[in-house]
């Protein structure tokens, strides 16, 4: 199965157990994100990347120009092991991770989660990639993906027991909008995938395809 059939299938079972009014709710915010979110001033294909170094769940910090010294970069933001959509996404991700590696890429996931959050994430789903902590979304915020959640979705979340400001360790209730880059040795975009639709994440596929127009590395 696919990784959209399994976002989708994920999504129907939600609708069924939810809430009454949670589906409906969710759908009407990401329209609305769709119709406010500037994706124009997002980071996009041919861009330069914003250099970064950030702590993984080890505790060690990863550069972005360490990692491109060596091969292309495949950067994935993510909401947060809270996420069951993210964590769906993260798992299938790992699962091409030998056809990454072998690519001479380094995939590298991204959330505003706190560290022991990532490292939480990791171990739950078995990832043997760098998971970093940007902590108040600084680098998201450089790549045009940060939004706030308005006070509807703040309070579905409390109600389920993820308030944000508990997860990632501030006040501010914002998010990335999911994101997977892959980013070429010379530091520009290669790929772009940005979707205000949490339930929609690039198919692992596609990242092999755009590492392999990069050529050797």
């Not at 505003?112 to 990532?118: I, K, V």
């Not at 959640?149 to 703040?154: C, D, S, T, Y």
Request: charged share 20%.
């Amino acid at each position: 199965m696919g990784l959209q059939q399994q976002l989708d299938a994920f999504k129907a079972e939600f609708a069924h157990t939810a809430p009454a009014g949670r589906p409906a709710l969710y759908d009407a915010k990401i329209e609305d994100l769709r119709l406010s979110f500037a994706q124009e001033c997002a980071t996009g294909l041919g861009d330069m990347t914003p250099a970064f170094s950030l702590p993984n769940q080890h505790g060690q910090v990863v550069s972005l120009d360490d990692v491109l010294r060596t091969g292309p970069a495949v950067l994935t933001f993510y909401r947060g092991g809270w996420c069951p959509y993210c964590n769906i996404q993260l798992r299938a991700y790992q699962g091409i991770l030998p056809g990454i590696t072998a690519l001479n890429g380094r995939l590298i996931a991204i959330s505003p989660q706190r560290p022991d959050g990532s490292l939480s994430t990791a171990e739950a789903n078995a990832l043997a990639f760098d998971v970093l902590s940007d902590v108040g979304n600084d680098l998201a915020r450089r790549f045009g993906l940060v939004w706030s959640l308005p006070e509807e979705l703040r309070a579905a979340l409390r109600s389920n027991n993820k308030a944000l400001p508990d997860i990632n360790g501030d006040d501010s209730w914002e998010l990335p909008v999911p994101a997977t880059y892959v980013i070429g040795r010379d530091g520009r975009v290669a790929l772009a995938a940005i979707e205000v639709d949490y339930r929609k994440r690039l198919e692992p596929d596609a990242i092999l395809a755009a590492l392999r127009t990069l050529g050797p590395a």
